[in-house]
């Protein structure tokens, strides 16, 4: 009885951490495919809006408005970069040269943040209300609250996907040129996406802010594990990364029960290692002017 | 007195290690930011032999070198393979590997808390113990390599490695397609990040994996893209200024994790800024494509 | 049959075809080549001409029919293989060592150590150093008689169109090797400059009467004059004329 009261516990944990993870993947895919930089600065966005939801928190007292403070500092950080990336594309950088500026951006986010708020955990200061009974199970109202949103804003990206922002994104995603010579509003479709990944790594931010703390260093791993869930997510916007995200989340939930975290992590950087060596096209999207001789 | 003979001491071992990744970036046009993971591992190697095995410096110096060289060939038969950006990204996956590789394997590694008490270097009866004879020896060492590293990029062979990195369907169009030189320049160049690993374990005498961390790969290749790539003094005036930064902040009064948090903004953003507007780096050289 | 046909031919195609998707770009094809030829492949766009010099050179493995170099099958191996046994060629696109100067260029051309020893780079030895010095004074004396010693310090990937073709035909007349392969050497280049990249060709060829060289073309001005041998190519289907 206890046993399958820890694997309840366990699948819950590993849901709630999947919802996260799979949220993030597509924020990663939607960046990804508009802008072809394999976007490690999704880091960068996560910790401004944990950061600004830790924050807020502490002056306002609530859940909501610290995690929508997380939401428009994610967003303001998510124009920035979109403001960076244009300035790579009108230099026509090559594919090398733009993950490079891409990883410069995190570390410089990382740095920024240590400067300004220091190196330790910095929590926020929201009253944690008591547990909920749900069957067997202790739900914290943390939980509640990260799972409602959470779904919510996975219902809205899926409404957004089926509508001509996700045709729009599919079609820059495959030829950008083509959809901008058609007249079409390239730019917007871009602005869009760069929106939506800030609100969503606002949110996840926040939320993981607010439940854990937050220090500068540590959000390159979560970065990582969405990444990967892109990739096995395939080429779907939205499902691919969500059923993977999910997937990964409870992985972890379980490995966590058997290994230390710290191999889970090992685990990622090597299949994301794996998958560059031996299906580099599934990882990263071809240049636009690859040729044969 | 002691402070600068340190800073000197630091400033050879990154001298190797921005020279020797230039042979990698510049001369084999490789991206890659994994070269942190050879110096990690001549540093744990060679204080694995002296303390473990109790070997004495030279014979562990060489051994780690000679297997960080052999560890290395499936690296570069995986880069040569691969396009620019899955480089640059497989090669900062391998380092999050070896990294969290040594954190995890404590048995072997000491973990976090690292190798303690290794040797100094020794030849014999002849310890170099004092802070100036470490940097001078390590100062030698700095100049032998980038002699070394000039003689081999200003010759024939650097002809046909220039060739295979520019365009190799042309070079294999002009009968240039022997692997067996970018092999062997790429085990040169992860030997001689391991030989830098071999000095800095002896001189501080504790390592740890922090030390060799994604923020030191950064460090080391904004020093190669700051100075020039394939610019024979490039990567030397890159090491010398990446090395004075954290000194110009402490000298201002920063703290170690005030210095640590500058690092990381001025590296990134040196990345980011030369990356955009100045990818030939100051002594304007090999430019990516 | 001229002295040279009784011997081996140096590359040979029996029966090879190719198609990409519902395209077929070489039908059938069978010629062979042989020492001391000066052999065009002329045709038009689209006729097959770039497929069959890539199918030369290894850079496309027919879907039917064999290849022969130096009386070796050579269908399933890559270009170095062929590099290897004497091969050299140019593209249809001009390609240059964007970041290598134009002499740098043509001293690689002029020495390719088929193992360059890293020792005798570390050391250079006097004979390598003699070496060195040769070969520097052999490119620059080829810039120079084509009107190019100002332009031996200029990276190759400042120069235009038509002078990167050029410089890959004058790459090509100091490469050592037995059979050249150019794949439209004069597209570009104005007349007096197709003729001066011809005539190198030419000499390549005439320097070493084991050579053979195998142009494609649609320049029908200087066709007669430069090949003694000339193919037409139209719809994948060769015809010697």
């Known amino acids: 009885m206890h046993l399958s009261l820890l694997w309840l516990e366990t699948a819950k944990n590993g849901l709630v951490n999947g919802a996260l993870i799979a949220l993030l993947a597509v924020a990663f895919s939607w960046i990804y495919r508009t802008t072809r930089v394999f976007h490690i600065t999704l880091g960068a966005q996560i910790l401004a809006g944990a950061y600004a939801a830790v924050y807020f928190s502490r002056l306002v007292q609530s859940f909501a408005l610290a995690a929508i403070a997380g939401v428009f500092a994610s967003i303001a950080v998510s124009m920035v970069l979109m403001r960076a990336n244009s300035s790579l594309q009108r230099r026509e950088a090559s594919n090398a040269l733009r993950l490079i500026a891409s990883v410069g951006l995190y570390f410089m986010a990382v740095g920024i943040c240590a400067i300004l708020f220091g190196p330790g955990i910095k929590r926020g200061s929201v009253p944690l209300g008591s547990s909920l009974q749900v069957g067997p199970l202790l739900v914290s109202p943390t939980d509640l609250h990260y799972t409602i949103a959470l779904i919510t804003v996975g219902i809205v990206l899926m409404l957004l996907v089926r509508s001509p922002v996700g045709m729009g994104i599919a079609a820059v995603g495959s030829n950008r040129r083509l959809y901008s010579v058609l007249g079409h509003a390239e730019g917007r479709v871009l602005t869009i996406v760069h929106i939506t990944t800030g609100v969503i790594a606002g949110f996840c931010g926040a939320f993981e802010g607010l439940r854990n703390g937050v220090e500068p260093y540590g959000y390159l791993p979560i970065t990582i594990f969405a990444a990967v869930a892109a990739l096995l997510g395939g080429r779907s916007l939205f499902l691919g990364p969500i059923i993977a995200g999910l997937v990964l989340g409870c992985l972890k939930s379980i490995a966590t029960q058997t290994l230390s975290d710290a191999w889970i992590d090992t685990a990622i950087y090597g299949i994301l290692l794996i998958a560059v060596c031996f299906w580099p096209r599934l990882v990263l999207a071809p240049a636009v002017d690859e040729e044969r001789p | 007195m002691n402070y600068l003979w340190h800073v000197s001491f630091l400033f050879a071992v990154f001298t190797i290690l921005a020279v020797s990744l230039d042979l990698l970036i510049g001369h084999l046009g490789l991206l890659v930011l994994c070269h942190s993971a050879f110096f990690a591992l001549g540093a744990y190697l060679s204080a694995s032999f002296m303390l473990s095995a109790h070997l004495p410096f030279p014979v562990s110096c060489l051994f780690a070198i000679l297997a960080t060289g052999v560890i290395s060939l499936p690296v570069a038969f995986a880069a040569r393979r691969l396009r620019g950006d899955a480089v640059v990204l497989g090669s900062f996956a391998l380092l999050l590997v070896t990294v969290d590789l040594l954190k995890n394997l404590r048995n072997l590694t000491g973990g976090l808390d690292g190798l303690r008490g290794i040797p100094p270097v020794h030849f014999g009866p002849v310890q170099l113990v004092s802070y100036q004879s470490q940097a001078v020896f390590a100062i030698l060492i700095a100049a032998i390599s980038w002699l070394l590293v000039q003689r081999l990029t200003f010759s024939a062979q650097a002809r046909f490695l220039h060739a295979l990195r520019d365009d190799p369907y042309a070079a294999v169009g002009l009968r240039v397609y022997s692997t067996t030189i970018y092999f062997r320049t790429f085990a040169l160049a992860s030997g001689m990040a391991a030989l830098a690993g071999v000095l800095y374990a002896s001189y501080a005498s504790y390592i740890n994996p922090s030390v060799f961390g994604s923020d030191q790969a950064i460090a080391l290749t904004a020093m190669v893209l700051l100075g020039g790539a394939a610019r024979p003094w490039g990567p030397v005036l890159g090491a010398l200024i990446v090395i004075s930064i954290p000194e110009i902040v402490r000298a201002i009064g920063g703290g170690p994790s005030y210095v640590g948090a500058v690092n990381y903004v001025v590296m990134g953003l040196v990345l980011f800024l030369f990356a955009i507007y100045r990818p030939k780096g100051i002594l304007g050289g090999y430019e990516f494509k | ?241």
């Not at chain 3, 240059?96 to 690689?108: G, I, N, R």
């Not at chain 3, 620059?140 to 073709?165: H, I, N």
């Not at chain 3, 050579?211 to 139209?234: G, K, M, N, P, Q």
């Open chain 3, 1 to 241: 049959m001229s002295s040279s046909k009784l011997l081996s031919p140096l590359l040979s195609l029996k029966s090879v075809s190719k198609s990409y998707g519902s395209v077929r770009c070489l039908d059938a094809v069978s010629f062979s080549v042989y020492a001391g030829e000066r052999l065009a492949l002329v045709g038009g766009n689209g006729s097959g001409k770039t497929s069959l010099v890539d199918v030369l050179s290894g850079f496309t493995v027919p879907d039917r029919g064999i290849v022969y170099m130096n009386g070796l099958r050579a269908n399933r191996h890559h270009p170095a293989w062929f590099a290897a046994r004497g091969m050299i060629r140019t593209f249809q696109s001009p390609r240059a060592f964007e970041q290598m100067t134009v002499l740098d260029c043509l001293c690689l051309a002029a020495w390719v150590p088929t193992s360059p020893s890293t020792f005798s780079s570390l050391i250079q030895p006097p004979n390598y150093r003699k070496k060195e010095e040769c070969v520097r004074k052999h490119a620059l004396a080829a810039l120079t008689a084509v009107d190019w010693g100002e332009r031996a310090a200029v990276p190759a990937g400042e120069l235009s169109y038509g002078q990167r073709r050029f410089l890959s035909i004058l790459q090509l007349s100091l490469a050592e090797g037995t059979v050249a392969l150019c794949d439209e050497p004069t597209a570009g280049l104005d007349s007096n400059k197709a003729s001066e990249a011809l005539n190198l060709l030419k000499g390549w060829q005439t320097a070493d009467q084991a050579r053979a060289i195998i142009v494609a073309t649609h320049d029908l001005e200087f066709v007669s004059s430069y090949f003694d041998r000339i193919l037409r190519i139209e719809d994948g289907i060769v015809n010697e004329i």
